[in-house]
């Protein structure tokens, strides 16, 4: 039998691990976090829900801060915490230790907008970089007195992506395998495609009774979950295609393809954020195609073959 769920002033309540929903988005960049009562008391993500998680700070009742990757919008309250240990994937804990390796991880265009974008970030939301001593590989099993928490590399979007497998109340946090419509994200120059369609696949495979992504503030069922992780995985394929398509015309250039709906939609491209988000994981496709040998780049130009 399931665990039943609870609802609390701030989230959902599984057995000992309450789900934050990140309500108070317009304040920090959207994503939930979750809190593991008991000892050590584990909070991931402190990204969201600013009232709560202060609380939880001055209450210096949090043991250990795991961040489920490097990203700014999982951990932008993490410099509410002291005296806590800081725990993250070993391939992540450079980006979030030092902000110079972040930059590196992020982007290799320091005018890009992103770029820009990111510093305003930072100081806007006061992100530090933070001192993570507790560094794992994805594959262990963390116990505190009520929970087990099974670590599970989830490499793609980040090099140390990671979902947890909560046992004793067997559900799962996907994190950023996030099953959101808007489908997977990969611009940053150390995500992979190759390695994020693996991980989707072996997400595939992980049954559990309830499932939690790091956006949006629900719980799915094993059914809806079938249904959205399907869905999210299908983006790979279906941005592919459309490149494809575009190629059938005849050769385009780099700025051409990135220019069309592939990864967003149209209007969404006015964006500069977004469209300098699709460029980069265009050429990601691009370099995907050629390596199976579907497309070929002759000086400026994009052939299909
Ligand atoms: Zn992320």
Same mark, same amino acid.
């Given at each position: 039998?399931?665990?039943n @769920?609870?609802?609390?002033?701030?989230?959902?309540?599984?057995?000992?691990?309450?789900?934050?929903?990140?309500?108070?988005?317009?304040?920090?960049?959207f994503?939930?976090?979750?809190?593991?009562?008991?000892?050590?008391?584990?909070?991931?993500?402190?990204?969201?829900?600013?009232?709560?998680?202060?609380? $939880?700070a001055? #209450?210096? #009742?949090?043991n250990?801060?795991?961040?489920?990757?490097?990203?700014?919008?999982?951990?932008?309250?993490?410099?509410?915490?002291?005296?806590?240990?800081?725990?993250?994937?070993?391939?992540?804990?450079?980006?979030?230790?030092?902000?110079?390796?972040?930059?590196?991880f992020?982007?290799?265009?320091?005018?890009s907008?992103?770029?820009?974008?990111?510093?305003?970030?930072?100081?806007?939301?006061?992100?530090?970089?933070?001192?993570?001593?507790?560094?794992?590989?994805?594959?262990?099993?963390?116990?505190?007195?009520?929970?087990?928490i099974?670590?599970?590399? @989830?490499?793609?979007?980040?090099?140390g992506?990671?979902? $947890?497998?909560?046992?004793?109340?067997?559900?799962?946090?996907?994190?950023?395998?996030?099953?959101?419509?808007?489908?997977?994200?990969?611009?940053?120059?150390? #995500?992979?495609?190759?390695?994020?369609?693996?991980?989707?696949?072996?997400?595939?495979k992980?049954?559990?009774?309830?499932?939690?992504?790091?956006?949006g503030?629900?719980?799915?069922?094993?059914?809806?979950?079938?249904?959205?992780?399907?869905?999210?995985?299908?983006?790979?394929?279906?941005?592919?295609?459309?490149?494809?398509e575009?190629?059938?015309?005849?050769?385009?250039?780099?700025?051409? @393809?990135?220019?069309?709906?592939?990864?967003?939609?149209?209007?969404?491209?006015?964006?500069?954020?977004?469209?300098?988000?699709?460029?980069?994981?265009?050429?990601?496709?691009?370099?995907?195609?050629?390596?199976?040998?579907?497309?070929?780049?002759?000086?400026?130009?994009?052939?299909?073959?």
């Amino acid at each position: 039998m399931p665990v039943n @769920i609870i609802q609390t002033q701030y989230g959902s309540q599984i057995g000992d691990v309450e789900f934050v929903w990140a309500r108070n988005s317009k304040e920090f960049l959207f994503a939930n976090s979750i809190l593991v009562k008991g000892s050590p008391s584990i909070l991931i993500d402190p990204s969201a829900t600013f009232t709560y998680i202060e609380q $939880l700070a001055s #209450s210096r #009742s949090v043991n250990v801060i795991l961040n489920t990757h490097y990203h700014a919008d999982h951990r932008s309250l993490n410099g509410l915490f002291k005296e806590v240990i800081f725990a993250a994937h070993e391939k992540d804990a450079p980006a979030i230790r030092d902000h110079e390796t972040y930059e590196e991880f992020a982007d290799t265009d320091p005018n890009s907008f992103y770029s820009e974008w990111r510093k305003q970030f930072f100081k806007q939301y006061q992100i530090h970089d933070c001192p993570v001593s507790q560094l794992y590989k994805g594959r262990e099993l963390i116990e505190t007195d009520t929970t087990q928490i099974q670590l599970i590399h @989830i490499p793609g979007h980040t090099p140390g992506h990671m979902a $947890l497998h909560f046992k004793n109340i067997n559900t799962v946090f996907t994190a950023d395998i996030d099953l959101t419509p808007y489908g997977p994200w990969y611009a940053n120059v150390v #995500s992979d495609i190759d390695e994020f369609i693996a991980s989707v696949e072996r997400m595939k495979k992980i049954e559990a009774d309830y499932y939690v992504s790091s956006h949006g503030e629900r719980i799915y069922t094993p059914e809806q979950y079938r249904e959205k992780i399907d869905r999210f995985g299908r983006h790979f394929q279906e941005r592919d295609e459309k490149i494809l398509e575009l190629l059938k015309e005849g050769p385009k250039e780099l700025a051409h @393809i990135a220019s069309e709906a592939i990864v967003y939609r149209r209007p969404s491209l006015v964006d500069p954020l977004k469209a300098y988000f699709q460029w980069q994981m265009v050429i990601k496709h691009l370099e995907r195609l050629e390596k199976k040998g579907l497309i070929r780049k002759e000086g400026e130009l994009y052939h299909r073959l």
